[in-house]
């Protein structure tokens, strides 16, 4: 055991004979009012950190136990069995425009020519829907609030490729402008859960990060698999790109009507 108080470690490293069977570790915590202004911290943050945890950590059991007044306890169970696939099909829910896709890759990525290679590993899992939509992007298990080079990545992939299969099938009227992110973001569902053995962040808070080694090979991979995604599923592609093209009119329509009003 080892207890610790403001920092300073109080009464040094503790062994107790132990002879059960189970193994692991308790941490016990409590926020000190000497350091923090405010430690009533709400039961949503809680549940929605855990919940986080267990969509990145497949098959892991996240139990949350909130002890109520009369000391009994609340108790909450947090577990996806198949990770981010489960959790992307939980939010499209039944009636998706199509089903959700799994794609994976490892590879071996460099940032500059002259830093060293290093691992990725990049797991993704999206959908497209008329009715909900979502962007969320992890690292190394932990949520990218910001998202930084998943975030990129997405945005050049899919607009490049939806936009290529557009052109491709003439579905562009006369002189339209082609599609933006938004169009496209209107309709999707995607978590991406990436790994690597050398992370660069933004900033201190590591809400996003910057990696150009991994930006480039989730580029790449994303493209890939829309291609072949669409081209193995003509009628998967029939309906993103009509709803694509209504997104973006509807857009247009209303960026007019504003301005009209405006005027």
């Known amino acids: 055991q080892l207890h610790l ?22 941490i016990r915590w409590k926020p000190d009012l000497q350091v923090f202004t405010d430690i ?92 909900v939509k979502l962007t969320e992007y992890y690292h190394n298990s932990s949520w990218l609030e910001y998202g930084g080079v998943p975030d990129k990545a997405v945005r050049n992939a899919f607009v490049y490729q939806i936009d290529a299969y557009l052109k491709q099938n003439n579905k562009y009227n ?11 973001e209107d309709c999707l569902i995607i978590v991406i859960s990436s790994f690597s053995n050398r992370t660069s962040y933004e900033n201190q808070t590591k809400k996003a990060i910057t990696n150009k080694g991994i930006q480039e090979a989730m ?27 209504v997104n973006k009119r509807s857009r247009e329509d209303a960026e007019k009507t504003r301005l009209n009003l405006k005027k």
């Not at 890939?224 to 669409?230: R, S, W």
């Open 5 to 26: 108080e403001h920092g300073e470690n109080v009464g040094g490293l503790t062994k107790e004979p132990y002879n059960k069977k189970e193994t692991g570790t308790r």
């Open 40 to 131: 009533n911290i709400p039961v949503e943050y809680y549940l929605d950190t855990i919940k986080r945890q267990a969509i990145v950590n497949d098959g892991v059991t996240f139990l949350f136990r909130h002890e109520q007044e009369d000391g009994s306890f609340e108790t909450t169970t947090f577990q996806y069995e198949n990770g981010i696939v489960d959790h992307v099909k939980e939010v499209a829910g039944e009636d998706s425009l199509t089903p959700v896709q799994f794609w994976q890759t490892e590879r071996k990525v460099r940032d500059r020519d002259d830093k060293p290679e290093y691992k990725t590993k990049i797991n993704v899992a999206c959908a497209f829907s008329n009715k």
């Open 174 to 184: 006369k002189n339209e402008s082609r599609i933006t992110f938004t169009d496209v």
């Open 219 to 245: 580029t790449d991979m994303l493209r890939h698999q829309l291609e072949i995604y669409f081209i193995e599923n003509p009628l998967d592609a029939e309906k993103v790109a009509a709803q694509v093209l």
